[in-house]
């Protein structure tokens, strides 16, 4: 590859500093994402600013900031699924957004959390490397995002302009949110972008 692109980095506690670094080889099944729009997350904040942000959580420098992020598949590995969350196809330039997974570890795919759409709780997580660091982890504030297959990708309408697309991870909280707070466990949602409509 030899391509060279900029990251935001975090070194220590609010300390950023925009660094140069290679696009990483791809192992056969992951890919790599190019960046379009990242949003900036409560949780961002938190963990630019302390080393322990959260009490059962110790921050790691230096790492890239950013998980709710849009953008365009720039290149696949030679074994990459082709197929997003909901079965469609995937190819090179889609427009996407992604599930990211966590800082060290990735779930199994294959108990019962994450049959059920639940890995967040998955007891047998696999461990994982950042291939663009050596310490810490990287998420998407940067001009590329080196993807591991077990994150879900989710292909975007082309229409959807990259200031509404960012919003899905946020969005999907919300939904989550309120179908755990109702008495069903269901919740029905609607969002539609483009002209106004007035009832």
Excluded at 25 to 50: F, Q, R, Y
Excluded at 59 to 71: K, L, R, S
Excluded at 101 to 120: A, E, F, L, Q
Aim: hydrophobic fraction near 35%; glycine fraction near 8%; proline fraction near 9%.
């Amino acid at each position: 590859m030899g391509e060279r692109f900029n990251a935001a980095t975090v070194l220590e506690p609010n300390v950023i500093e925009v660094r140069e670094y290679s696009k990483p080889e791809l192992a056969p099944l992951d890919w790599l994402l190019n960046v379009k729009m990242v949003g900036i997350c409560g949780t961002d904040h938190h963990m630019i600013s302390s080393r322990k942000p959260f009490p059962w959580e110790e921050t790691i420098y230096p790492f890239i900031p950013g998980h709710e992020f849009v953008g365009e598949i720039d290149e696949i590995g030679s074994d990459f699924s082709g197929v997003d969350a909901q079965g469609l196809p995937l190819k090179k330039g889609d427009y996407v957004t992604a599930r990211p997974v966590g800082k060290d570890s990735v779930p199994c795919g294959k108990c019962y959390y994450c049959m059920n759409g639940m890995p967040v709780f998955c007891p047998a997580r696999i461990p994982i490397k950042h291939p663009m660091l050596l310490r810490g982890f990287q998420r998407a504030f940067a001009e590329y995002r080196y993807m591991h297959s077990s994150e879900t990708i989710y292909k975007l309408p082309e229409n959807m302009p990259s200031e509404v697309a960012v919003l899905t991870e946020p969005l999907a909280v919300a939904i989550h949110a309120f179908e755990r707070a109702s008495d069903t466990g269901s919740f029905g949602c609607f969002v539609e972008w483009g002209q106004e409509r007035r009832l």
